[in-house]
């Protein structure tokens, strides 16, 4: 008996670790599902944590702004103070500016992970959908779902206000709330699954309401719906159902704001596609980004190529991933496969996928040919992003012999994590602090009659809802399109109100920033006396690289001595550094001086200067010049 037990070798720690995941969070039970999804919530609010406070651009520009106006009623006090994005639909920009407000920073950060960890179960479900049952689905949903949340478009958002990870949600459950509506026709053989597709509706309608580049993903939905379901009464009447809803839903959650909207300007999408509606405060201009697009037809063809080898070519941050080009050519192979009609080949697709897959695949192509030709964004490619590890597991499967087509799968997925995971690339975090964003600004004289012009296209409404609210804030010089009569209203309102200030972008020296910390954790400790002040001039040295002086007996690390070595300095997107945009005032405003405002704010620990030094004079020129 004991040689016996002596033949049976003892499992590795790896095997006893996969072993012990496997008996808690294999989806067997319904326990071990919800155990997992707990689970990666918890992973998600510590990896934001990790990452810290979220700092980007939009979330400055207008994500902030937009949720203060939206429940203070400021679409009819201030003039697009958040530039071209003041009125988007301001529906998930209250949730972040509530959380933001409400809530210490570091926990609505971990709430923001938490909630876009969810989609760990909404994967795994659609996973399940699309798998053969005959396959292991308990053990292969789970994995497949961390492998989709491993790509590199959702981690560059992860826990971020940017909207596409948040908005990615309801398409998500959208599409699995679809998928089960699907099975159930099938099942049936005749009747509409009325009661899931219209909840496929509502969610979509609710991602359309979030951010409307989600239109993209409707329009996938619907053709996917007439791929599958049973029989072709089935389909269309699924699809209507579908439709139907969605308009009722986006129409409940947006018709509101953007029927305000058109009542303000006379165009409920302004200031965009203004060359439909023709609102006279903006240019008759459609505002359509094409400098990502593809061009020629050879980019056209390739272009999932093309963005992966040059990644700044689908954003302003580059996202590095393999999951593209590799799916590229596997669906390249499973074409040529598929026209050759070979008698014999790996494996079935049947032995590996549902009926579900059908839907499944016209959806996530279906939304990427329509993002090629709309966006080419890649951070709006997040959805599909987060499936095409799947497709890309199922096509190694079918197209591979069974011998090695599990292994190669599974390590193949493996790599496009790891690449993804080193090449997520980030919109911008700061240091924690208890509060997400604290602005100091001197006495504001008679708020009432003031108003005050956010001049240049930096980020800056995110300090508005910290000042005072009796005072209009309004945008010049900046993203906006404006239109002569624009330039009307700006002179109207500072007719009306009688006094002007000008808030102006300036530069963060991070450099400096930090070597000021770091001298005061120094004077602390105690650190920075001493016979030739010797750690301290070791730090400068090498890991600091910057010069040392002394003073009154102290040591302090200074960049500003010279050490012939150059720090980058945070430059704000679109924003010049250290020149007031007051050169660029559109034409038609009046001459006239308005008053400099001097604030200093902070995004997280990262201190914000508007204007350094003391407050000046801005001339606001009829010709645009100063």
Known sequence: MSAASDAVPRPSRRQRLLRALDRRFAFHPRGNV????????????????????????????????????????????????????????????????????????????????????????????????????????????????????????????????????????????????????????????????VAWWALAGALLGLALACKLTNALFALALGVAALAAGGRARQRIGGAAVLSVVTVLGFAVLAGPWLLGVWKAFGNPLFPQFNSHFLAPLAQPVALSDTRWLPQGWLQWLSWPLQFSLVPNRVGEVGLRQIVWPLLYLVGLASLLRFALRRPRRPAAASDVVAPAWRALLVFFVVAYLAWQAVFSIQRYLVVPELLAPLLLWVGLRWLLPARIAAPAARWTLIACALVAVQGRGDWGHERWARAAFRVQAPPLPQPARSLVLLVGDAPQSWRIPFLPAQAAYASVASNFPESPAYAERVRALLAERGQGYALLPATVDRNAERLRRLNALAARLGLDRGPDCRLMRRLARQPVRAALVEQDGRCQLDDAAGTGHRHRRRRPRGAGLGRPATGRLRPGLAAGDVRGLRILGRAGALPVPVVPGEPALIAARGQGST
């Open 34 to 193: 919800i155990a997992a999804g707990l689970a990666v919530a918890l992973l998600g609010g510590l990896l934001s944590l990790l990452l810290g406070q979220d700092a980007n651009w939009d979330l400055r520009n207008y994500h902030l702004y937009n949720g203060y106006a939206a429940l203070h009623g400021r679409l009819g006090v201030d003039l697009a103070p958040a530039q071209l994005q003041s009125y988007f639909n301001p529906l998930l920009d209250v949730l972040h500016y509530a959380l933001m407000s409400g809530l210490p920073a570091p926990l609505a950060g971990f709430a923001l992970g938490a909630l876009h960890a969810l989609a760990f179960l909404l994967l795994a479900g659609i996973a399940w959908q699309v798998l053969d049952p005959r396959l292991d689905r308990a053990r292969l949903a789970p994995w497949l779902a961390l492998a989709g949340m491993c790509s590199a478009a959702f981690l560059s958002e992860f826990a971020g206000t940017m909207a596409d990870n948040s908005s990615a949600l309801p398409v998500l459950g959208a599409l699995l709330a679809a998928l089960h509506a699907q099975r159930q026709q099938q099942a049936a053989g005749q009747g509409v699954a």
